[in-house]
């Protein structure tokens, strides 16, 4: 089979779980090589996580560059693995910085891009990518007709799933481009834990709207998520209310959610916050307006106050995980 090369996204030594889910998509389509970029000391832990789920190979490299310069020295070693791999297609995760890397990766090899797939099959003429178009209106297949495939994939498009492979580790010394220093990181600042899952790779998001009526009102969405070991998500209303961070916005002009469950709560369902989250599996709303047009999109709908429902949803949660 041909083989696909998978960029690990990886921190602190750990590997992110929309690389395993990369990795298992890889294996439906070819055979996966891993790409693990400045790991440093972590790089044959992250390795032999990289073959528990299926890398034959893990290509890894080591340069002050990656950790000193932002997105081009990710694609200088993109370019070079690729470039002496010949793979069928390059998978990295859609996340802004992973966006880049494929743009510019694309435009080296002379390759088209696919960008925000959810879904990778094999085709007869190459690597087969669904996505989601227009708000989610239209699903959309496509494949890259020329080059090298290079697509970047949406967590929680797939479930991770184990597949010990060789997971046989190749150190290469990447060539820079002049290009590699052109931006610096001056300073880092660490971001202020809330002990809960990253938004975008959630597997279960709960949301509050306009209809939360103040930043207090957060609090029983909080206390919902946190029964179910969710991410707190809120809508562009809400904050720009200033009710909640905008780090936490989900819809068009915000964060991109596709968990498994996303929990909608006094929100309308206007076009531009289904754009962050139809792609969701199963979707609950509740709301008081039976008129909503949130409840078009959902599978479950509670027409109700959610500083009702919530609380007795939160309190049966907790009786049943006992």
Do not use: C
């Amino acid at each position: 089979m041909a083989e696909i090369l998978v960029l690990v996204d990886h921190v602190d030594g750990v590997v992110r779980k929309p690389a395993l889910e990369l990795l298992t998509l890889a294996r439906r389509i070819g055979t996966p090589v891993a790409v693990v970029l400045g790991a440093g000391d972590a790089a044959a832990a992250v390795a032999a996580k990289a073959g528990e789920f299926g890398a034959e190979r893990v290509v890894t490299a080591e340069a002050s560059e990656f950790a000193d310069y932002l997105v081009v020295p990710k694609v200088d070693a993109l370019a070079q693995i690729a470039a002496s791999v010949n793979p069928a297609a390059v998978l990295v995760t859609s996340s802004g910085e992973g966006k880049e890397i494929a743009a510019r990766l694309a435009l080296r090899l002379g390759s088209g891009v696919i960008t925000d797939a959810v879904d990778l099959t094999a085709g007869e003429q190459g690597p087969v990518a669904t996505q989601s178009a227009f708000a989610a209106s239209f699903t959309v297949t496509s494949r890259v007709s020329q080059g090298i495939a290079v697509i970047t994939v949406k967590p929680n498009a797939a479930a991770p799933e184990q597949a010990p492979a060789a997971g046989t580790i190749e150190t290469v010394t990447v060539a820079f481009s002049p290009a590699a220093t052109g931006t610096k990181v001056t300073s880092r600042t660490a971001r202020v834990s809330t002990g809960r899952p990253e938004l975008t790779e959630a597997a279960i998001v709960v949301s509050g709207g306009r209809g939360v009526g103040a930043a207090e009102g957060f609090s029983v969405v909080e206390a919902l998520a946190d029964s179910l070991g969710a991410a707190v998500g809120a809508s562009r209303a809400a904050v720009d209310a200033g009710w909640y961070p905008h780090s936490n916005q989900v819809g068009q002009t915000g964060k991109q959610v596709s968990p498994q469950l996303y929990i909608a709560n006094g929100i309308s369902g206007a076009i531009q916050h289904r754009a962050g989250m139809q792609t969701s599996k199963t979707i609950v709303a509740v709301n008081k307006d039976p008129e909503a047009p949130i409840f078009e999109l959902a599978d479950f709908g509670v027409v109700g106050d959610l500083f009702t429902v919530l609380p007795q949803l939160t309190e049966e949660i907790k009786t049943r995980k006992g």
